[in-house]
């Protein structure tokens, strides 16, 4: 295998590590949030603001997966 062939490969990973973990922990997030507004609605307000943060912080984490996977294919 060839190094451009690697590279090609450790840029599918990269783009595919950086959007599967972070979808799972966004749904696991969002699911937490519901159960917790269910129990406490009065404490709806602060749970959704820190859940959009949480959120917010794990899309970053995705983007810069997705940076590394596009900077790595570009140097195919």
Request: aromatic share 4%; proline share 3%.
């Amino acid at each position: 295998m060839d190094s451009s062939a690697i590279i090609a490969l450790s840029a599918a990973i990269a783009i595919a590590v950086s959007t599967i973990f972070p979808a799972l922990g966004q749904g696991l997030a969002a699911k937490a949030a519901m159960e917790s507004i269910a129990r406490q609605p009065d404490a709806a307000k602060d749970i959704r603001s820190t859940l959009i943060i949480a959120l917010s912080l794990m899309e970053a984490l995705t983007i810069y997966g997705l940076l590394i996977g596009f900077i790595l294919a570009s140097k195919v």
